[in-house]
């Protein structure tokens, strides 16, 4: 079992950069897929990004590709989200989460066993 906790959220206007960690406790980091999920008021909960187990293998929703990039530190427990050029519709809350199945990317959320409590980002216009 695997502890999550997220931290970086905040108020940034339209344009800026803010950047998200998961601190991850318990298991070995390296035994889990880890991923970024958002959810706004009123929406689904989207894919943003993710990242397998040893690091090799990144994958982006289409809404943030060019602009967000994972990365894990296995060593420390922690996973980072940098977000760039950020927009108004990022807002949302950012929510690590850690998959079992770490030889590969998830975009599904079912496949995430473990969620973290959630960060709150805010893009102003």
């Known amino acids: 079992q695997v502890q999550l906790v997220e931290f970086g959220g905040g108020l940034v206007q339209a344009g800026g950069s803010l950047r998200l960690s998961c601190g991850a406790s318990?298991?070995?980091?390296?035994?889990?897929?880890m991923g970024w999920f958002r959810q706004a008021p009123g929406k689904e909960r989207e894919f943003v990004s993710g990242i397998d187990g040893s690091g090799s293998e990144t994958y982006y929703g289409d809404s943030v590709k060019g602009r967000f990039t994972i990365s894990r530190d296995n060593a420390k427990g922690t996973v980072s989200l940098q977000m760039n050029s950020l927009k108004p519709e990022d807002t949302a809350v950012y929510l690590c989460?850690?998959?079992?199945?770490?030889?590969?990317?998830?975009?599904?959320?079912?496949?995430?066993?473990?969620w973290g409590q959630g960060t709150q980002l805010t893009v102003s216009s």
């Open positions: 989460a850690a998959s079992p199945k770490y030889w590969y990317v998830s975009m599904n959320s079912y496949e995430y066993h473990y």
């Open positions: 318990g298991r070995t980091l390296s035994s889990y897929g």
